[in-house]
């Protein structure tokens, strides 16, 4: 199915994302054209494989909707359902106020979008705000699958240096290899903490300052929190930093949010809240509801 593309709306890094009518029907849509890596034989880049495997399976109302693949001179190209903005630009856009509600909606729909991926063994490992775009009808849809993985397989290791520096869990920050959907919980934790902040949670600049700046938020873990630690491949002596209380950061937020929040950010990666178990956590029927998508800030 040809599109035809007019202007260059970004830029990934692994492809140019533009903004396209498909010739047939007019639907405006994303037309994401693969940078196709002069190194490789086969001249297909891995992540845009891994992207069309999981859209193509991946279908759900928060999840970007994968219209078409198509080759063009060489190049693949990928026809994306076409969303306006994303959550990073509304987070940082100082002319609009967010309350508690429109906060529990976008976790919601993310989580709503997560919990699909997850029960279909699919990891994202990509999560950010920049990663959750946002259509003009208020929804929030997962994208960017190009580092996503399955993760049926325990036996087989995982790659560690996956998901953006601040939303990067402490098992991947420690090397871990066997790894599972808590890399995302984490990030997501990091995104709903984002939200209520409106700045950047656990911001390190490097990454070994990464695991530091979490150390220094949620206290260094000991043997007790994380059975096995000691066992991780980049494990070392940890500073010793005492647990600084959610209550003094997140001045405004009720308990039941820090409850939530608390339990996406717990170390031992097994005892992580899941997202399943997220959307049933009382924070989601305490009042005030979740605001409904079209009345969310930054909808056109
Ligand atoms: P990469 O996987 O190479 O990082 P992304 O999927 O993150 O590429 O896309 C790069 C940019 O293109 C995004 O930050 C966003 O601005 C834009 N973009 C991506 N997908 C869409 C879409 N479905 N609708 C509108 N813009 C999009």
Not at 10 to 36: D, F, Q
Not at 96 to 103: A, C, E, R, S, Y
Not at 217 to 245: C, F, K, N, S
Not at 288 to 296: E, G, M, S, V
Request: charged letters at 20%; hydrophobic letters at 45%; proline letters at 7%.
């Amino acid at each position: 199915m040809a599109c035809a593309s007019s202007r260059k709306v970004g830029e990934g890094t692994y492809a140019n994302v533009y903004e396209a009518r498909m010739l047939r029907t007019g639907l405006k849509v994303a037309l994401k054209k693969i940078k196709v890596s002069k190194l490789r034989a086969d001249g297909l880049d891995v992540s845009a494989v891994r992207e069309v495997k999981f859209l193509r399976e991946l279908e759900h109302p928060n999840i970007v909707r994968l219209h078409d693949v198509y080759a063009h001179k060489g190049n693949v190209h990928l026809v994306l359902e076409f969303l306006p903005t994303d959550l990073e630009a509304v987070i940082k856009n100082s002319a609009l106020t967010f309350g508690p509600g429109d906060v529990k909606s976008w976790l919601m729909m993310a989580l709503r979008g997560l919990h699909h991926c997850h029960r279909q063994l699919i990891l994202h490992r990509d999560l950010k705000p920049n990663n959750l775009l946002l259509g003009r009808d208020g929804q929030l849809k997962l994208a960017d699958f190009g580092l996503a993985r399955d993760y049926g397989d325990p036996a087989r290791a995982l790659s560690s240096q996956v998901v953006t520096r601040w939303y990067r869990s402490p098992e991947l920050l420690l090397g871990a290899q066997h790894y599972g959907p808590g890399v995302d919980i984490w990030a997501m934790g990091c995104i709903f903490a984002e939200l209520l902040l409106r700045v950047p949670y656990l911001a390190g600049d490097t990454d070994i300052g990464q695991l530091h700046t979490i150390f220094r938020a949620l206290g260094t873990p000991g043997a007790a929190d994380w059975p096995g630690i000691e066992l991780l491949p980049d494990y070392h002596a940890l500073p010793q930093y005492p647990r600084t209380p959610m209550r003094t950061l997140f001045t405004a937020a009720g308990s039941e949010t820090l409850d939530l929040l608390e339990r996406m950010l717990v170390f031992y990666p097994p005892a992580r809240i899941s997202a399943l178990a997220a959307l049933g956590h009382r924070y989601f029927k305490m009042m005030p509801p979740p605001t409904p998508p079209a009345q969310l800030p930054g909808v056109a």
